[in-house]
């Protein structure tokens, strides 16, 4: 099984058993140094203390892997930024009412507020639209 299949079967369970989602697990090497990232994600905006309470235990299970060997790593443990694409229906539902734009399949743009969603569709202003075809959407940043 590949290494980050044998972390993420590993940490899934410390991450589900608080309340989120493993959202994504990357390995990359800096050298002789592996590092390791694992975005955790929720169905609220999650906080420094969840991030930091969920890194400790993702790190003693991690330390302990023989999969690892002896070899150094750095752990990076953190949510989705503002710029990542929403993907799930989870994430437009986390997101209701912030503004978003998206690419649809077609060419065609579309911007609004997020509305109700579904496990197949999301209103986006006034308009029902697919997630089948959306090829990209992602948040606006917004200053009030």
Same mark, same amino acid.
């Given at each position: =099984?590949?290494?980050?299949?044998?972390?993420? %079967?590993? /940490?899934?369970?410390?991450?589900? &058993?608080? &309340?989120?989602? *493993?959202? !994504?697990?990357?390995?990359?090497?800096?050298?002789? #140094?592996?590092? *390791?990232?694992?975005?955790?994600?929720?169905?609220?905006?999650?906080?420094?203390?969840?991030?930091?309470?969920?890194?400790?235990?993702?790190?003693? +299970? #991690?330390?302990? *892997?023989? !999969?690892? $060997?002896?070899? %150094?790593?750095?752990?990076?443990?953190?949510?989705? &930024?503002?710029?990542?694409?929403?993907?799930?229906?989870?994430?437009?539902?986390?997101?209701?009412?912030?503004?978003?734009? /998206?690419? =649809?399949?077609? $060419?065609?743009? /579309?911007?609004?507020?997020? $509305?109700? %969603?579904?496990?197949?569709?999301?209103? #986006? &202003?006034?308009?029902? #639209?697919?997630?089948?075809? /959306?090829?990209?959407? +992602?948040?606006?940043?917004?200053?009030?």
């Amino acid at each position: =099984m590949p290494l980050n299949e044998v972390i993420s %079967a590993a /940490i899934r369970p410390i991450i589900e &058993g608080s &309340g989120n989602y *493993l959202e !994504e697990l990357t390995i990359t090497s800096a050298g002789k #140094v592996k590092i *390791l990232t694992v975005i955790v994600d929720s169905d609220t905006h999650l906080n420094l203390d969840q991030i930091t309470a969920v890194t400790k235990e993702i790190s003693e +299970v #991690v330390e302990g *892997l023989a !999969e690892l $060997g002896e070899s %150094a790593f750095t752990l990076e443990v953190t949510s989705p &930024g503002i710029d990542r694409p929403l993907t799930k229906p989870r994430h437009w539902r986390k997101n209701f009412d912030r503004l978003v734009k /998206i690419n =649809m399949t077609s $060419g065609k743009d /579309i911007e609004g507020r997020i $509305g109700e %969603a579904t496990e197949t569709t999301v209103l #986006v &202003g006034e308009q029902k #639209v697919s997630f089948e075809d /959306i090829k990209r959407a +992602v948040l606006e940043i917004e200053f009030k």
